[in-house]
């Protein structure tokens, strides 16, 4: 980035923005001042929004923004305004939507031109320096959009209103569509299935993303079915994703998507709500399956989070790592050519490597066909059976080759970590970790599980980070506690819906993990503030910004209100916040908080089904709404407490709550009030001794003392319709 300073963006808060700060162009930033001087000179609006992991932003950025000329025809004829899109997901989802009906795409960067009052007119995505792709040059334009708002304003103004009338009907701004229906879970399990590839798992054809909110959905599906088919659907699903190149083979977690249908060329840029969410995806598969490999790529998610996107020393998560370091490389710091992959290694490890990983001298790269994508071509049961070696022989020498591989990877320049610290993302992390750590914190003979150990704690000091820095009773949420430039000032973006939806979730899971009701009642303090501001008492459902807004004006097509039901790709505010507020329902029996999570998915009732697997959050909370609440609460220590515990957490539900208490004298005071007057009187437990009560909808079954009868009792009740 250069030091040098050409327009305000020196002063932005944002990574991407900082990042154009040498530009010939005149950029603001998306505030007051920019849109009076759009009045004042009565000059349209060239709007960009784009992202510091976007490859093809800051391609856009080299081949026209970084142009004098092209800045010089800008700063003559508009008022350039440059926008983050994770700084500013309110503004980004409005002009997505305009560019769609504009032109049937979205997607980063987003190039949008605005009347001086910020209503969209015309946009598009990247657009070239030349005539090329299908697409006129940047330039040509530049230029007709100039020409257009200076001698046919009146068609640039009706074009402009009708693209606002159509934000206002956009999103669930249609008011109730319907009673809520069960059977809507069995219809998006259903298209599902009619969009699984059963080749290359997954959905669809290429591009492939993996839509985690719709594999919980059909985890859940089959750990209460056994349905084979869905069953199929999962397993072969979590399986091709993890064996593919859109998984980094060599560090762990896993890029955004994959550009071919099989997973194996990926878009290299890895975002933490991408991991945050396959993470429990990978939990999950192994809670209702049983398959160890699942568990195995959990825990290397972890360990690639752990290294590459976690403030070790004060907590919280890092937003995003970029594909590549500069643009005259794609990914190449995550591919190898054969040489490469021959100097790293030793003969014998070479050999195996060069199977199990498919690196031959073509590789799968466009730009460079020597780069190849590290992806499992080659089990070790085959190379084995090939070397005429044992397995495990084949297993440590393919290990040994993976760690010389990513020591020489490491020594390479390496791509951008964002370490911006958003709380919707964070709160996505701190849930996965929390849910990872008590599934698969502790072997069976009790010795507790060091690795799951640390990232559970790791949760709860992000949880508390995020707690303190992010949130006050009386002015709410911040979007953002910390941004990657130490140096860069504060920006004060108030919190939206998405970090309240899921802040609330990650205050529940904390309170599941360690049954400390202070974060009970930071969930329920979070959720208040949530219905008061942001909740729809006309029509249900919940706005994505606050209803009375701190700012003076409410700028450009922010004042279009926005309802987020469709996941894109994080999990979509409205049924996030349904779940919370389900979530809290079962804890407190106050029916205020159902009523307005079956309020908010009668919203969307009319049309969820039409969305599919792009609507998986809201099936989850179907699922939350239409299905009786599984309570455990596990009282004592020792052993026998562990074993009840491990009973309990083992079958997957998405709407289990497991609980454990271990001071058997004080156990009301760690439970919220519904079960705390639903949990009959418990009888004493001596110490080494341990007792599992099951609760469902308010009512609660015996005490359990036996592991395997709680096993029973718990899939049984999860079972129930």
Not at 678 to 683: A, K, M
């Amino acid at each position: 980035m250069s030091s040098t300073a050409a327009n305000s963006l020196a002063q932005a808060s944002s990574s991407y923005l900082r990042s154009a700060m040498h530009q010939p162009i005149r950029w603001h930033e998306w505030d007051d001042a920019a849109f009076a001087e759009a009045k004042k000179q009565n000059k349209p609006i060239l709007l960009d929004i784009g992202a510091v992991w976007c490859h093809w932003c800051h391609v856009m950025d080299r081949e026209s923004y970084d142009d004098p000329k092209v800045a010089e025809l800008i700063n003559k004829n508009f008022i350039p305004i440059k926008v983050d899109r994770d700084e500013r997901p309110d503004v980004d989802s409005r002009y997505q939507t305009a560019v769609a009906a504009i032109s049937g795409q979205g997607g980063w960067p987003l190039t949008c031109f605005l009347t001086p009052e910020g209503k969209p007119f015309y946009g598009g995505t990247y657009f070239p320096p030349q005539d090329s792709f299908g697409r006129p040059s940047f330039t040509k334009i530049l230029t007709a959009i100039s020409e257009a708002f200076r001698e046919r304003r009146t068609d640039v103004e009706s074009e402009a209103g009708k693209l606002m009338e159509a934000l206002g009907h956009a999103e669930g701004m249609l008011g109730r569509s319907g009673d809520f229906s069960p059977r809507i879970v069995d219809q998006m399990v259903q298209s599902a299935l009619g969009l699984f590839d059963r080749e290359n798992g997954g959905f669809g054809s290429a591009p492939k993303f993996p839509h985690p909110a719709s594999l919980d959905l059909l985890i859940d599906w089959y750990a209460r079915t056994g349905e084979e088919q869905v069953g199929t659907v999962v397993t072969t699903t979590l399986s091709k994703m993890a064996v593919g190149g859109v998984y980094d083979q060599l560090a762990g977690g896993f890029h955004r998507y994959s550009v071919d249908e099989r997973w194996c060329v990926p878009h290299f840029e890895k975002m933490s709500y991408d991991n945050s969410e396959l993470l429990k995806n990978y939990v999950h598969g192994y809670q209702a399956t049983g398959n160890n490999f699942f568990a195995h790529v959990a825990r290397d998610i972890i360990r690639w989070m752990d290294e590459w996107l976690s403030d070790r020393d004060r907590g919280g998560f890092y937003s995003s790592q970029d594909d590549d370091i500069n643009l005259d490389d794609d990914g190449d710091y995550f591919t190898w050519t054969l040489e490469e992959a021959r100097e790293a290694l030793d003969d014998e490890e070479f050999e195996v490597a060069s199977l199990h990983y498919d690196i031959s001298e073509v590789g799968e790269m466009h730009h460079n066909h020597a780069k190849n994508v590290l992806w499992v071509r080659v089990s070790t049961e085959e190379i084995a059976s090939r070397l005429g070696k044992p397995r495990e022989e084949i297993e440590e020498i393919l290990d040994s080759a993976k760690l010389k591989l990513y020591a020489a990877r490491v020594k390479r320049p390496t791509p951008y970590v964002d370490k911006t610290v958003y709380v919707n993302w964070n709160a996505l992390c701190i849930s996965a970790y929390l849910k990872a750590a008590t599934v698969l914190g502790t072997a069976e003979s009790g010795i507790a599980d060091s690795t799951m150990e640390h990232a559970r704690q790791f949760a709860l000091r992000s949880l508390d980070r995020i707690l303190a820095e992010a949130w006050d009773p009386t002015n709410g949420l911040r979007h953002v506690i910390a941004y990657s430039d130490p140096g860069a000032s504060h920006r004060l973006v108030r919190g939206m819906l998405d970090d309240y939806a899921y802040l609330i979730n990650a205050c529940l899971d904390a309170y599941e993990t360690t049954s400390d009701l202070t974060y009970f009642r930071f969930a329920k303090q979070i959720a208040d503030v949530m219905i008061e501001h942001f909740y729809d008492e006309t029509s249900g459902g919940f706005f994505d910004s606050e209803r009375s807004r701190t700012e003076a004006v409410v700028l450009g097509a922010l004042v279009a209100k926005r309802k987020p039901f469709q996941d894109s790709p994080t999990p979509a505010g409205d049924p996030s916040a349904a779940v919370g507020l389900l979530r809290l329902h079962a804890l407190t029996s106050d029916a205020n908080y159902r009523d307005k999570a079956q309020d908010t998915l009668e919203v969307f009732s009319g049309v969820a089904e039409q969305f599919g697997i792009y609507a998986g959050t809201y099936g989850l909370a179907s699922v939350w709404l239409s299905r009786p609440h599984v309570q455990v609460v596990v009282v004592g220590s020792g052993e026998a407490a562990h074993e009840l515990y491990r009973a309990a957490v083992q079958p997957f539900a998405l709407n289990k709550t497991v609980l454990r208490i271990t001071d058997n004298e004080a156990a009301a005071s760690y439970l919220p009030p519904a079960l705390a007057e639903t949990v009959p009187n418990l009888p004493g437990v001596k110490e080494g001794n341990a007792l599992a009560v099951v609760c469902s909808n308010f009512t609660c079954l015996p005490p359990i003392t036996d592991p395997d009868e709680l096993l029973r009792i718990v899939r049984q009740e999860i079972t129930k319709k």
